[in-house]
């Protein structure tokens, strides 16, 4: 018997059933059931989501989709063989049916799973349903957050067939003790730790056998350990490697990886054969003197980067995410964050491949506007983190942990991940429950030790509630003005820090730069908090301690807060800003074997010498369109729902040369197979997705079924192009539309967001021109009515700013001082911090006064600003509270 008879993994994304809203009564004879005639149901393919296309909007379907599919089952599964169901991600809860039986549920949108499904399986045809919404609940994380929350089947599918005696899902977990390393040699051990199953009905006596080879096949090192499995149990298999000396060390500048083979033998015979990629390395996170990997000082240069693109929304394929990885890995930086959620295991693969150190990070994580919550909310993007009311704390918690441990599980064999971080901004909570919030941390923290005792756990966005304590977790992740924490100035220079006040837990910025932008952009980096000159924005030196830093963010994505979406150094069609090309010409250019000879990119070179910038497109008349597929992308893909192409559309002149110009340009399919995310699957233009912005635009294509398609690119009065893409795979049968109508039965509630006012001040980030020691400007809006923010002298001319983190609608402010006198101010709004408009204005104050509440005008704001113009005599211009509340919309 061979291997591939052992274990079959069957991808299943294609030829699904689908439509959007539920079935009343469906447990009679609903969708669940054989025999239920699905003939007027979409016909698409997988990884899919309600809201198909999708372009950045800032509403979503909110409700339940079903999805039906026919299995065959072979003739050898009847021979004693295990058939699992494996879903990658479902947002967010999955109820799974096979031949109208319930086989199993999954609550959590971000993890996979894995079904047993043997018993309900029949000869022939078998029909898989799946009932799935993607609904509010307040007793799964995350319960609030700044992104989009549509729900689908929006990973891949498999079905896995074993033996019955086999390795459980993601049941191996391989790491590399250090036991000695100096300057010439390194010598490590690899740890093999295998959970079994045994579904026989005797119990077995079992060895697992582990074989670790190079690229060439050539053997490094064999283990095995031997064990009894209970008929009906499941056993855990532990064996350690002899010495090895000197193996060959994963790390950005060189990511081998070795190939593991994990065997299970018993009665004479391979049961089940287990294949994984690893890597060496070891590292250390330290508190004064940065990150270290292999024993050499990293630091941690990246970005942060959510799931989705343009046009399928999070339904992206493996192929899709190799690119963004590659895109942040051709920006000459060596780290990701994953924000704020497990990300599909097929990210942190490819940040192994690419040589990318990977956060992993946990579903517990909130938004500025909701921790004025008091438990009534119950929508995405308006709810405490941590939930208010005691019925869903419990089960809240649950779902953080166990969310949590399978994202360990699924991902702990990656040399890429260095750490898990089991939240984001978490203090965007009620300050009720503060300390119930802060608890469930050091929950996290002490499963994902239990889990993994290799990595750290991090607390991400911790830049309240002293979050950053070592008493908390590990490493510490701070978020936009917490770049700034520790920092010591001299005017506007940076100055070395003390040793005396340097922070005790090792710290990472998890977020800096947060910049609304469009393409093109402006061609430099936003190191704001982290800068090491006020004076010179675009120089930076990192402190000593400080082990990293990703910028905010790396794509653009979708986001129910207004233009917050619009953050990042790539846009949502996956083309550059100016800000990326400067981090390619920078960061990328001073890496070794980088020269202007290969860091061209889209035809953009680095700057010539002497020249500030790179030479953009100028402006002009286009006289043709080019149609090319991007970096990283192909013309040949596969036909399984892993694999797409990216498609850029150029505007050049008669010479051939891009120009700074836009046009209509129209999408075609001329023959064959495949499709666009666009209401006709055949088509998109202008209206429906492709922006041209100097002279640049993109979209991405993919197909369900093999053959040679023909796409042409059209625009009045301009010479057309053509391309070729070859689908290889199964089948010529007629591609599913992937589109969902904009008229549907069903449920049919979408989630808006521009209702009710919200909290936009509390835990926001702020600046001030001075403060008091002990009255830190971050007093003011923190919730605590025992603290405020003093300014260092007594003059007038001082200034408080609230930074809204994107543009929002303030519409009614409430100040509160530490006493009442004659204070005049006036409160100042900004949308880009350079242009400021009055929004209060109390110059001529003659009372005495030691509060305002005022109703604003709305403004476009992502700043907002109090500057004292007189004060009472003898005392500080002071804030003892800043309330704002408003809308994410006009």
């Known amino acids: 018997m061979g291997h591939k008879d052992l274990r079959t993994i069957i991808n299943v994304n294609r030829e699904w059933k689908f439509i959007r809203g539920d079935w009343e009564g469906f447990s009679d004879h609903g969708p669940e059931q054989v025999d239920y005639d699905d003939a007027a149901w979409s016909h698409i393919g997988l990884p899919h989501s309600f809201s198909i296309p999708y372009f950045m909007e800032n509403e979503w379907y909110v409700g339940y989709g079903w999805y039906r599919k026919h299995v065959e089952m072979d003739s050898d599964w009847d021979n004693n063989k295990i058939v699992h169901l494996e879903f990658e991600g479902v947002f967010q809860i999955a109820e799974v049916y096979v031949n109208g039986s319930l086989a199993g549920m999954h609550e959590g949108g971000y993890t996979g799973f894995s079904i047993h499904i043997t018993e309900f399986l029949r000869p022939g045809d078998n029909v898989i349903a799946v009932r799935v919404n993607n609904e509010w609940n307040g007793q799964i994380a995350p319960r609030s957050g700044e992104h989009t929350f549509s729900g689908g089947i929006y990973r891949d599918v498999s079905l896995t067939v074993t033996e019955p005696l086999h390795v459980a899902w993601n049941g191996t977990f391989v790491s590399t003790p250090l036991l000695a390393s100096g300057d010439d040699d390194v010598q490590m051990k690899v740890r093999m730790q295998t959970e079994v199953i045994n579904h026989s009905g005797t119990d077995k006596l079992a060895t697992v056998r582990t074989i670790v080879t190079d690229h060439q096949g050539q053997v490094l090192t064999e283990m095995e350990s031997t064990h009894n499995v209970r008929a009906g149990g499941v056993q855990q298999f532990d064996s350690v490697s002899e010495p090895i000396l000197n193996p060959r060390l994963w790390c950005p500048e060189d990511p081998y990886l070795y190939r593991i083979s994990t065997e299970v033998v018993a009665d004479g015979a391979v049961t089940d054969v287990y294949e994984d990629k690893m890597g060496f390395r070891w590292m250390e996170w330290t508190a004064h003197e940065g990150f270290y990997l292999n024993g050499k000082h990293v630091y941690l240069n990246g970005a942060n980067v959510h799931q989705d693109q343009a046009g399928w929304g999070d339904a992206v394929t493996q192929a899709a995410i190799y690119r963004d990885v590659k895109m942040i890995k051709d920006a000459g930086m060596n780290f990701i964050r994953g924000s704020h959620y497990p990300h599909h295991p097929a990210f942190a693969r490819a940040c192994d491949y690419y040589g990318i150190l990977f956060w992993s990070e946990a579903t517990f994580w909130g938004i500025g506007g909701t921790a004025g919550d008091t438990g009534e909310q119950t929508h995405w993007g308006k709810c405490s983190a941590y939930p208010v009311l005691e019925a869903h704390q419990k089960g809240f918690e649950q779902s953080a942990i166990q969310q949590l441990s399978e994202m360990i599980r699924i991902n702990r064999n990656r040399p890429s991940i260095i750490v898990w971080s089991m939240c984001n901004e978490p203090f965007f909570s009620h300050e009720s429950v503060k300390e119930k919030a802060i608890d469930l941390i050091k929950k996290m923290v002490k499963v994902s030790h239990e889990e993994d005792p290799t990595r750290k756990a991090a607390a991400g966005g911790g830049q309240r509630w002293n979050l950053d304590q070592p008493e908390i977790s590990d490493v510490a992740g701070l978020n936009g003005d917490g770049g700034g924490f520790y920092l010591k100035w001299d005017g506007d220079e940076r100055v070395d820090d003390p040793e005396s006040d340097r922070p005790e837990c090792p710290q990472v910025i998890s977020e800096y730069g947060s910049e609304v932008m469009d393409r093109p952009g402006k061609y430099r980096p936003f190191y704001d908090h982290v800068s090491a000159s006020q004076a010179a924005p675009y120089r930076f030196a990192a402190p000593k301690w400080r082990s990293g830093q990703a910028v905010w963010c790396g794509f653009h994505h979708g986001s129910l807060a207004n233009d917050m979406g619009h953050m990042g150094i790539i846009d949502y069609n996956r083309l550059p800003l100016r800000s990326w090309y400067w981090y390619r010409f920078n960061y990328l250019a001073k890496q070794a074997g980088a020269g202007d ?294």
Request: hydrophobic share 35%.
């Open 597 to 890: 000879h290969n860091l061209a990119y889209l035809g953009i070179r680095p700057p010539a010498p002497g020249s500030s910038e790179p030479e953009w497109p100028k402006p002009g008349t286009p006289n043709k369109i080019k149609l090319y597929v991007g970096v990283g992308s192909k013309t040949t893909i596969k036909n399984d729902g892993t694999d797409d192409t990216q498609l850029v559309v150029e505007l050049v002149d008669i010479n051939g040369k891009r120009v700074d110009a836009t046009a209509d340009v129209t999408l075609t399919i001329i023959s064959g197979p495949g499709q666009f995310p666009s209401y006709d699957p055949k088509f998109i233009n202008a209206e429906s997705g492709l922006t041209i912005i100097e002279g640049l635009g993109a979209i991405t294509f993919r197909s369900y079924y093999a053959g040679e398609t023909v796409i042409a690119a059209t625009s009045p009065g301009l010479q057309g192009a053509a391309l070729l893409v070859t689908t290889v795979g199964d089948g010529t049968e007629m591609e599913p539309d992937m589109t969902i109508p904009r008229i549907q039965t069903g449920n049919q509630d979408k989630s808006r967001f521009s209702i009710e006012m919200l909290d936009l001040a509390t835990h926001r980030p702020t600046r001030a021109s001075s403060e008091a020691k002990g009255f830190a400007k971050s007093n003011a809006n923190n919730a605590d009515p025992s603290t405020s923010w003093r300014a260092s002298s007594i003059n007038p001319g001082e200034c408080w700013t609230l930074d809204l983190e994107g543009v929002k609608y303030p519409k009614r402010v409430e100040l509160e001082f530490d006493c009442g006198g004659l204070y005049q101010f006036v409160l100042e709004g900004s949308s880009d911090g350079n242009r400021w408009s009055t929004l209060l204005d109390y110059r001529n104050n003659r009372e005495e006064i030691d509060s305002v509440i005022e109703l604003l005008a709305p403004n476009a704001c992502r700043y907002v600003k109090i500057l004292y113009t007189a004060l009472p005599a003898g005392v500080p211009a002071n804030l003892k509270s800043f309330g704002l509340l408003g809308m994410n919309n006009e």
